[in-house]
Nanobody
Framework: QVQLVESGGGLVQPGGSLRLSCAIS????????RAWYRQAPMKEREFVAN???????NYADPVKGRFTISRDNAANTLLLQMNSLKPEDTAVYYC?????????WGQGTQVTVSS
């Protein structure tokens, strides 16, 4: 019983900000990392950022300096703060949880950056 539910997507103008949330409901699994991926129309899903249980983080080059991944442990929520958004950030954003056995994915939330 593992469920990931993304929220916070929407339409925003270039240069604007948006914060995505992922509510994580899990069984007693050993989590390696939590991450955000995104997929633009007609493109493959790509890595955006992740955060390990230790607190270490990684970011894809296109979002470095603009996006921040974090965790709200009390709320069991994964967050992605997106600043200085660009049209090329437009995509469906997916929450991901990696365990030793498999990856778990949310349904995705649409982010559209347009004037």
């Amino acid at each position: 019983q593992v469920q990931l539910v993304e929220s916070g997507g929407g339409l925003v103008q270039p240069g604007g900000s948006l914060r995505l949330s992922c509510a994580i409901s899990t069984s007693s699994l050993s989590i390696i990392s939590r991450a955000w991926y995104r997929q633009a129309p007609m493109k493959e899903r790509e890595f955006v950022a992740n955060i390990f249980s230790s607190g270490s983080t990684n970011y894809a080059d296109p979002v470095k300096g603009r996006f921040t991944i974090s965790r709200d442990n009390a709320a069991n929520t994964l967050l992605l703060q997106m600043n200085s958004l660009k049209p090329e950030d437009t995509a469906v954003y997916y929450c991901n949880v990696k365990t030793f056995s498999r990856n778990f994915w949310g349904q995705g939330t649409q982010v559209t950056v347009s004037s």
